[in-house]
């Protein structure tokens, strides 16, 4: 596996970052919900998801 420079994110943060990522690109929405619950069962945490296109805190 190769190494990237987090800027202080916790390796979780990473590591469920990147398989909801993963997620998402290979099955849309359902992946991305698939990915939480693999996530969470792992211990690292969930990505929630806003359903708002003009949420301030997202954008």
Do not use: W, Y
Not at 6 to 30: F, L, N, P
Request: hydrophobic residues 30%.
């Amino acid at each position: 596996m190769f190494r990237r420079r987090t800027g202080g994110v916790s390796a979780a943060e990473t590591a469920t970052r990147t398989i909801h990522a993963v997620g998402q690109k290979v099955a849309g929405e359902r992946g991305g919900r698939a990915a939480n619950r693999v996530t969470s069962a792992l211990g690292l945490g969930q990505i929630k998801v806003c359903g708002k296109p003009d949420c301030p805190n997202c954008n």
